[in-house]
Nanobody, 120 residues
């Protein structure tokens, strides 16, 4: 099992920034990648970004490219999502995920989610 704990969500004005954190514990070696998804009310959960633990390769949804940056801190088993130039349409619950990225993100474990609200 892998436990994922997110933090850093909140309320921000359009154009502002937030940084989300996801601390992983447990059998973290069982997952080769970590990532972020988001789910707005009434919508399906969608992929946002992923990072491969060993290579450091990163992957992004087109909607966030150039605005969001995913990074990792190996010593802390923590992944971050730096979100800049936020838009109201970025409002959603953001979920950390652990699994593998093979062209698409195959999720094995989910975090509990952290809310992000962007006001216009």
């Amino acid at each position: 099992q892998v436990q994922l704990v997110e933090s850093g969500g909140g309320l921000v004005q359009a154009g502002g920034s937030l940084r989300l954190s996801c601390a992983a514990s447990g059998r973290t070696f069982s997952s080769s990648a970590m990532g972020w998804f988001r789910q707005a009310p009434g919508e399906e959960r969608q992929f946002v970004a992923a990072i491969n633990w060993s290579s450091g390769n990163t992957y992004y949804a087109d909607s966030v490219k150039g605005r969001f940056t995913i990074s990792r801190e190996d010593a802390k088993n923590t992944v971050y999502l730096q979100m800049n130039s936020l838009k109201p349409e970025d409002t959603a619950a953001y979920y950390c995920a652990a699994g593998a990225y093979l062209g698409t993100f195959l999720v094995r474990f989910w975090g509990q989610g952290t809310p992000v609200t962007v006001s216009s």
